[in-house]
């Protein structure tokens, strides 16, 4: 819907990726573990009731989590089937944890998980000892066996990919020896700091651009306190909200500004937005600020690929941004897109099209002609937007809804409980 300025003081929920680490380490180490701003999206509760069927108790009491792990080696092998529904970080990161324990599982998901790629998983995996029966082209439903003890590996990342990272280095927590990652291009790194804060041992080189991440297995890991700080991905559909909406001036509350994770910042920034960084401090581990975020014309650019892996889930919400700039906008290096919750190239393409921006889909990118800060026409009468299960595109053309003059109707707002429950009365509270 076309809005008013976004004016007010808000708080985002925690971050999904550190909110699923903080569940499984603790699920891993002796003793509870405590975690306070917690993401309560339908993902993170998915990963919460696997860690229960494999042994941990895992329960809220007050604002707080309690999780009561097994150790390090000591999951149970569930008695059901996993169901992962949408969530990819869930499925990849247990695959890991299953393929060093001694168990049997199955992974279930929905329709849009089903479609995913697990053979990046599935091969390292493999190497480690853990055994596979895949859907048809190594997508879910899966049954995999782990096997204990697993063999230490040094794998080389084939693509940029948190998700393989910690699934390999969760598999070397039950693994004699030292398992090494070796990752070409840096990607969110909230696995190393917290596996290290839990007591793991686990070293990291740089060189020449690259990181080898080593990894002592057979570790005792110590319950923690976790304070989860708000999440920049969900904090980004406000910061292009305020840019893009005339009068907007809003502050964001403690959202996590991990530099692995924090390139929207950067390229909007690089765009002209107004972005403010008050109150920096540490949270959790975690560097953390305020963003305050006022109005301003965006000027469009060409988005540099190598800035991709720190602010992959955000090019949905960046692409409206260049839809409402000034001039071209020109994405590259984009491929991993395609294998989101959807394929986000051709979803963003296809629903910024319908709501009436200029762009054109490549195979590696968007490139988007903006309107100049001219409202986008938004779908009117028409069809609503196809959100293919995906959560961000459906936020992403809210947002566009906003800037736009007949208003943004969208097929299925319901995924979005995936990342980000409160999302629209959140969004409505600041528009108001
Ligand atoms: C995530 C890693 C990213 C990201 C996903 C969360 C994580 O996926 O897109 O939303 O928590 O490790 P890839 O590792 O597949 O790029």
Redesign the pocket.
């Known amino acids: 819907m076309p809005s008013g300025p976004l004016r007010a003081r808000i708080r985002v929920p925690g971050d999904?990726?550190i909110s699923?680490r903080a569940l499984m380490l603790g699920a891993l180490a002796v003793g509870e573990t405590r975690a306070t701003g917690l993401l309560e999206g339908e993902d993170v509760l998915a990963t919460a009731a696997a860690m229960r069927a494999m042994g941990a108790q895992v329960e809220k009491r007050g604002d707080t989590w309690h999780i009561d792990g097994v150790g390090v080696g000591g999951l149970l092998q569930p008695a059901q089937a996993l169901d992962m529904g949408n969530s990819?970080?869930s499925t990849r990161l247990l695959m890991g944890l299953v393929a060093s324990h001694g168990i049997t599982a199955a992974f279930t998901g929905d329709a849009s998980l089903s479609k995913r790629p697990m053979g990046r998983v599935i091969e390292p995996l493999s190497r480690m000892g853990a055994s596979f029966t895949s859907s048809p082209g190594g997508t879910l439903p899966l049954m995999m066996e782990g096997l204990c003890p697993a063999v230490p590996i040094e794998y080389r990342l084939p693509v940029?990919?948190?998700?393989?990272k910690?699934a390999v280095l969760l598999a070397g927590l039950n693994t004699p020896g030292i398992t090494t990652v070796i990752e070409p291009v840096p990607?969110?790194d909230?696995s190393e700091r917290m596996l290290r804060g839990f007591g793991a041992e686990l070293e990291i080189e740089e060189t020449g651009g690259e990181r080898a991440i080593r990894i002592r297995g057979e570790a005792d890991l110590r319950p923690q306190t976790i304070e989860v700080p708000g999440d920049p991905?969900s904090a980004a559909f406000f910061l292009v909200a305020a840019s893009v909406v005339e009068g907007s001036d809003l502050v964001i509350e403690n959202v996590g500004l991990n530099p692995t994770r924090a390139g929207l910042v950067l390229v909007l920034r690089q765009m002209g937005a107004s972005i403010e960084e008050l109150d920096a401090r540490e949270v959790g581990g975690e560097p953390v600020a305020d963003l305050r975020v006022r109005h301003a014309p965006l000027t469009g650019i060409d988005v540099d690929p190598a800035i991709a892996?720190s602010m992959?889930?955000e090019f949905p919400v960046l692409f409206v941004a260049a839809a409402l700039a000034q001039g071209t906008t020109r994405t590259s290096g984009l491929e991993?897109l395609r294998v989101?919750e959807s394929d986000r190239l051709a979803a963003m393409a296809a629903a910024l099209a319908a709501a009436g921006a200029r762009v054109e889909e490549t195979a590696d990118g968007l490139v988007i002609e903006g309107t100049g800060g001219a409202p986008l026409s938004g779908t009117g009468d028409g069809s609503p937007i196809v959100t293919h299960l995906d959560h961000r595109i459906a936020m992403a053309m809210a947002v566009a809804g906003l800037a736009s003059s007949g208003g943004v109707a969208i097929d299925d707002t319901r995924p979005i409980a995936t990342s980000f429950p409160d999302f629209e009365a959140l969004l409505e509270s600041a528009a108001r």
Request: glycine share 4%.
């Open positions: 999904k990726s699923h990819g970080t940029a990919s948190a998700q393989v910690s990607t969110r909230h991905s892996p992959i889930d991993e989101k």
